[in-house]
Nanobody
Framework: VQLQASGGGLVQAGGSLRLSCATS????????MGWFRQAPGKEREFVAA????????SYTDSVKGRFTISRDNAKNTVYLQMNSLKPEDTAVYYC???????????????????WGQGTLVTVSS
């Protein structure tokens, strides 16, 4: 199983980035997908999650209205569109996957089985 996150970079405050996470080796359409982030010296935290059919989506409060998670089951890829970026969004962003038999979401990092390598997002003020 591989999860390959990409799309990170350096952006000014107020700018946008789109992260992608391409997966292989798993049945993507049966997986809940999540994005997490870890800032220097902090714990890895939940950002967003999307259910198998995208019927259920959840965001952490600090990104609501700015970030959008989406998925393309035909391409085995999950995305995170990040708008109105703030310096406090600076972190390494990780995608994660876990299989679920229902169209539910998972927000706890310990419940995810598979993780990508992370992509660095730096937002300058």
């Amino acid at each position: 199983v591989q999860l390959q996150a990409s799309g990170g970079g350096l952006v000014q405050a107020g700018g946008s980035l789109r992260l992608s996470c391409a997966t292989s080796g798993l049945t993507f359409s049966r997986c809940v997908m999540g994005w997490f982030r870890q800032a220097p010296g902090k714990e890895r935290e939940f950002v967003a999650a999307i259910s198998r059919t995208a019927g259920t989506i959840s965001y952490t409060d600090s990104v609501k209205g700015r970030f959008t998670i989406s998925r393309d089951n035909a391409k085995n890829t999950v995305y995170l569109q990040m708008n109105s970026l703030k310096p406090e969004d600076t972190a390494v962003y990780y995608c994660a996957a876990v299989g679920r038999s229902t169209d539910s979401i998972v927000v706890l990092k310990d419940q995810y089985n598979y993780w990508g390598q992370g992509t660095l997002v730096t937002v300058s003020s």
